[in-house]
């Protein structure tokens, strides 16, 4: 069946009916707007995504279940990162009238059921016919307590830079996939259903242990380097420390080039963040407690924005930051 033997107001009814309203959801789908509150004391964050079929995602590499759980993963990632709990989720598709229901079906049940797993509930959203690709955009409401939320300005001298999980995995599976080769099963995973670190996020602003903090979706140097520009500050990365995958080092030890994406690969959605030392042991604590690594890979210091790496032998040496940019040629 196609989705235009079902029409739009059809394939709403069923979401609709797929969905249950949380606390706080006085009106949800169905309303011209949502109407809904937030906890006593707390700021509104609101985060959203656009994914674009060829751009970020190809068809022929991803299945419709795994395409939803990676859009809204990619969003809850950013309330993570800003300390916060999300809550609410707005979500856009626009696809041919050919497309088979049954990957509407599953491109559903990837999105709800990751929303789901967060306790984040589906409020409204728009549906509409494309003339070529998908387009999906993907809105995630959530909150944090006044004063908690955790931006990318508060990173200070001394700190120690830190990161979740592994580095690369993801831009390793899509050179592999870029390739025409097969990539193991852990680095397509990564790339395919990245876990947004949710409760980590959440905790670092609960307890107040992260200066600053982003998430890696563009790379891992040029997001550090969004925290130093907006803090104010230098910081040196040790390329010894930067926690890889077993199949990352497998690759990487055949080709030593690929080293590389654990610093510009991006789309890892761990959250690196800057830790006052003293507060170090009690993040790492933290990790353990939720079967997560937390790993100290370098340090802040006085300075006005630049990015170093210690290689190996260490040598220091700039490092020229290529974050992921949609509108510039490298």
Avoid at 299 to 320: E, F, M, N, T
Wanted: charged fraction near 25%; proline fraction near 4%; charge should be negative.
């Amino acid at each position: 069946m196609k989705l235009q033997d079902l029409g739009e107001f059809e394939l709403i009814d069923r979401i609709r009916r797929r969905v249950t309203n949380g606390a706080g959801v006085h009106r949800g789908i169905g309303d011209d707007a949502a109407v809904l509150s937030l906890p006593d004391g707390h700021h509104l964050l609101t985060s959203t995504d656009l994914l674009i079929e060829d751009v970020h995602f190809r068809h022929d590499w991803t299945d419709c279940e795994a395409l939803g759980h990676k859009a809204v993963a990619v969003n809850l990632s950013d309330i993570a990162a800003m300390g916060g709990s999300p809550r609410y989720l707005y979500l856009g598709l626009a696809c041919p009238g050919e497309t088979e229901l049954d990957d509407i079906n599953a491109f559903l049940k990837g999105a709800l059921d990751e929303a789901e797993h967060h306790n984040v509930v589906l409020v409204g959203g728009d549906t509409c016919r494309s003339p070529g690709p998908w387009m999906i955009s993907v809105t995630v409401e959530g909150s944090a307590p006044a004063q908690q939320a955790i931006g990318r300005d508060g990173a200070r001298p001394g700190d120690l830079i830190m990161v979740s999980g592994t580095l690369g995995d993801s831009a390793l599976a899509l050179h592999l996939l870029t390739a025409g080769k097969k990539p193991e099963e852990a680095l397509l995973t990564r790339h395919h259903r990245p876990t947004a670190q949710v409760e980590l996020g959440r905790l670092l602003g609960e307890y107040r242990l992260a200066n600053a903090m982003i998430d890696i979706s563009d790379g891992l140097a040029g997001d550090l380097e969004h925290i130093l520009q907006a803090s104010q500050v230098d910081g040196l990365i040790e390329e010894d420390k930067l926690p890889l995958s077993p199949a990352f080092r497998r690759h990487a030890d055949r080709d030593a080039e690929l080293r590389e994406l654990a610093l510009y690969g991006g789309e890892d959605y761990e959250l690196l963040f800057t830790v006052a030392p003293e507060k170090a042991s009690e993040v790492v604590a933290l990790g353990v407690e939720l079967e997560l690594s937390t790993t100290s890979i370098g340090v802040i210091h006085k300075g006005s924005g630049a990015l170093s790496l210690q290689d190996r032998a260490g040598a220091v040496r700039p490092i020229l930051v290529r974050g992921y940019d949609h509108f510039c040629r490298f």
